[in-house]
């Protein structure tokens, strides 16, 4: 049933909140305060907490809305995906193009009270986010897409700050841009066989499975290796260091869950092992500049 007038408000709000993930926006939060944290040496201005929180907020729902309505088609046909709100019927489109054309405005908003250089790279970053729902279209690199749209957080939390760039946030950004991929190509497994047969791009449909988690761990050694240089960068002591080592147990508690053959793990894997990860790092962040 398409939500209407007659819906009840909390019904409909529950519909948007389900449609956008709201629960994916809290977990990388934490990837724009790191930049923050990293940049301020402590604890940023409250107003800058604040606009950022909204810039992100922005961003994540209008890159969500955007996948969600590009992806309508191709959602419908996949067994995994078709109970989704626009294939199933349950929220119409033109309230999903509304949302999203107000998240982009609510990002541009928060980009303006940060700084000029935020509010010039703002169409950048919305170009990113609408545009990665198309790479799976043209390229089996559209994970490393979606790596480089969440790793412009941390970098947009260290400039929301500074106002200018550094070696660390591109090091923390390129943490970023590995762990996403290397957990977005992960997830790509479950569509294998699906994006094989309609002949949708991804590591998985290119090289297989056992490959593609062969790529996922390299790209995860990667991400490992980033966070040390991270804290070598920005003179981080021995709490940064033992958040590294949990994170590097998180990273292959993630791998010993998931197996080529056996993919029934994988929610358990985003939400224990990714947010502990998110959670980690900022924990850590906040205990070396702050505490």
């Given amino acids: ?13 529950k519909l948007f909140f389900d449609l956008v993930r709201f629960e994916q926006t809290l977990f990388a939060l ?5 930049g923050m944290l990293l940049a301020q040496r402590g604890l940023p201005p409250l107003a800058t907490c604040f606009w950022v929180t909204l810039a992100m907020f922005g961003a994540r729902t209008a890159g ?7 992806d309508w088609k191709i959602d419908a046909v996949n067994p995994r995906t078709a109970n989704r709100h626009l294939p199933a019927g349950q929220i119409g489109a033109l309230p999903v193009v509304l949302l999203m054309l107000a998240s982009l405005a609510l990002l541009a908003l928060a980009a303006h009270q940060l700084n000029p250089l935020c509010y010039r790279l703002w169409p ?11 790479t799976k279209r043209f390229t089996w690199l559209c994970h490393l897409w979606l790596g480089l749209v969440q790793a412009c957080a941390p970098i947009g939390g260290w400039l929301a700050v500074c106002g200018h760039w550094g070696e660390t946030p591109l ?3 390129l943490v970023i841009f590995t762990w996403v991929a290397g957990f977005d190509v992960l997830y790509a497994c479950q569509d294998f066989e699906h994006d094989r047969k309609v002949g949708l791009y991804s590591v998985p449909s290119r090289f297989g499975i056992e490959r593609a988690f062969r ?9 490992w290796a980033g966070l040390w240089r991270v804290g070598s960068t920005a003179g981080l002591g021995w709490v940064y260091a033992l ?7 998180l990273l292959y508690y993630e791998h010993r869950l998931l197996k080529p ?5 994988m929610q358990k894997a985003f939400f224990q092992a990714n947010v502990g990860i998110s959670l980690t790092l900022l924990v850590s962040l906040l205990w070396e500049l702050v505490l």
């Fill in 1 to 13: 049933m398409v939500a209407t007038a007659d819906t009840p408000r909390v019904g409909r709000t």
């Fill in 30 to 34: 934490p990837f724009a305060y790191a």
């Fill in 64 to 70: 969500m809305s955007a996948n969600r309505l590009i």
């Fill in 124 to 134: 950048l970053a919305a170009l990113l986010l609408l545009g990665y729902s198309y």
């Fill in 171 to 173: 090091w923390l950004g």
């Fill in 215 to 223: 790529v996922s761990e390299g790209l995860h050694l990667v991400a």
């Fill in 243 to 249: 958040g590294c080592w949990l994170i590097g147990a």
């Fill in 261 to 265: 053959g056996d993919l029934s793990q």
